[in-house]
């Protein structure tokens, strides 16, 4: 029997998804649960796992192609019979059991399937958009197969489409590279990679277009684009006079988010100078703690303790203006989200529950949510739901900024760089470790009396620690 598998929805009502790479080609055995694609939504890079046991048929979208949500993806050939933990989970989404739903779901590692987008191509049902984010992969049938170069053969109704030869085997390298190098012309199985592991990285993608000379030129006639004179790099630096990149992706989605925060909100910021030289000492002792071995503490950890402290006292800092429902919304709990800057762009991922945390759960919290955002794997979940945010711009050097507003938060908190500074330090000038808080909130939300101590009370605790005992 051939079945269909349709692009799910990952989360959060995202229509569209980047297909990145496929780990099976047409007339690969697969196994239930066993990895299959990998996507990118406008948030993240997930993973895809197979809803059924069977043999791949065709697959109908070349790596580096949109797909809207509810489109075929690839189909199956199984068994007359389905397999029974396939029927099961996938009739546990169809038929709404939350138990059995959730059951399945604690099996995976990231819910990224959406099994009632498998159908069968024999049904005459109307195409169905899902709306249910899946069971996931499990651990010990996802594992990737050697990827292989193969020819892929397009469905019998679609000729047109036959014989397209995809490269599963790709070289290593994030998607906002894959598409410079698919505008500019270069082939990536071509360049050598001088990031981390061989990944491959813009500056690899132009220089071997100077080099070899594949550059693309715009002409300002507006009729498409002209090769560049094979002449050495120096000369097609000086041909090359534009690169457009399509807005896609993380960088479509954070445009997005970030115009409608600028012209929704009434933004106010604030800023707090404040020694902490206290606060360095104090983290300086903590990685002398055994239990703090292995565990990165930083600026950033202590900032984000303070703020856990400080939204307790003034809990409009943690709240959302509902427009739709004309109410505000007060949290009892805080997301706190952190952002991150990534090869794929801007993301804001956020830890769940940070009151609960202590100082080192909250730094080990960090840890895992830094090195999954660099990886590219941090989960849709972990992108939404946030309710209070702080970026990090003094790892750039900066010592004050005006964040904007996280979409839906009432505020976001800027740490500066920490600097030696000429400071008044009892009654004398002395060197002493300096920085500036940030602070931006909504105004309709949080008035400058309630913004004002929030920010005092994040630098009373960051300049010495032990004022968290007293706000706490």
Do not use: C
């Not at 047409?26 to 990998?38: F, H, M, S, T, W």
């Not at 069977?54 to 797909?67: D, R, Y």
């Not at 805080?334 to 762009?345: C, D, K, Q, V, Y």
């Not at 060197?431 to 009396?449: I, P």
């Amino acid at each position: 029997m051939q079945v269909q598998f349709r692009l799910p929805d990952l989360g959060e009502g995202l229509t569209e998804s980047e297909i990145v790479s496929w780990h099976v080609a047409v007339g690969d055995p697969v196994k239930l649960n066993q990895v299959i694609a990998e996507v990118e939504t406008a948030k993240a890079v997930v993973e895809l796992p197979s809803p059924y046991t069977g043999t791949v048929s065709a697959i109908m979208h070349e790596p580096g192609t949109v797909v809207e949500v509810g489109e075929v993806i690839i189909e199956f050939d199984v068994a007359a019979e389905p397999d029974s933990d396939s029927a099961g989970v996938a009739g546990s989404v169809r038929d709404g059991d939350p138990a059995r739903y959730a059951d399945a779901r604690s099996r995976s590692r990231a819910p990224i399937s959406d099994s009632a987008s498998a159908e069968p191509v024999s049904e005459a049902e109307p195409k169905r958009v899902p709306t249910l984010v899946g069971y996931g992969a499990d651990p010990e049938t996802s594992a990737r197969p050697v990827r292989r170069a193969r020819t892929l053969s397009a469905p019998a109704q679609e000729p047109k489409k036959a014989d397209v030869h995809v490269q599963v085997d790709r070289p290593r390298s994030t998607p906002p590279v894959r598409k410079l190098a698919r505008d500019m012309g270069v082939g990536l199985e071509e360049v050598a990679g001088t990031g981390e592991r061989g990944l491959i990285t813009r500056a690899d993608v132009l220089t071997f277009a100077g080099d070899h000379a594949v550059a693309r030129e715009h002409t300002d006639s507006g009729e498409g684009t002209v090769a560049a004179p094979a002449s050495g790099r120096a000369e097609a630096q000086e041909t090359v006079r534009e690169v457009r990149t399509p807005i896609k992706g993380v960088q479509k989605f954070m445009a997005k988010a970030m115009v409608e925060s600028a012209f929704t909100a009434p933004h106010v910021s604030e800023f707090l100078t404040i020694d902490v030289t206290a606060g360095m000492d104090f983290l300086q002792k903590l990685r002398s703690q055994k239990e703090f071995a292995g565990i990165k503490v930083t600026p950033l950890t202590l900032a984000a303790k303070a703020v856990t402290l400080a939204v307790a006292r003034y809990p409009a800092l943690n709240s959302h203006w509902d427009e739709k429902a004309q109410e505000v919304v007060t949290f009892k709990y805080l997301n706190l989200g952190i952002a991150a800057a990534t090869p794929r762009g801007l993301v804001v991922p956020n830890i769940k529950d940070t009151q609960a945390l202590g100082l080192r759960g909250l730094a080990q919290a960090l840890g895992q949510l830094a090195e999954t955002a660099r990886a590219g794997k941090t989960p849709p979940a972990d992108l939404a739901g946030g309710t209070f945010s702080i970026t990090n711009i003094g790892v750039f050097g900066i010592d004050a900024g005006t964040p904007l507003l996280n979409t839906g938060e009432a505020g976001i908190l800027a740490l500066g760089a920490v600097r030696r500074t000429p400071w008044e330090y009892q009654g004398q000038v002395a060197l002493r470790q300096v920085m500036t808080l940030s602070l931006s909130f909504d105004h309709r939300l949080v008035d400058g009396a309630q913004g004002s101590r929030f920010l005092a009370d994040v630098g009373a605790i960051m300049a010495d620690p032990a004022m968290a005992l007293v706000l706490s």
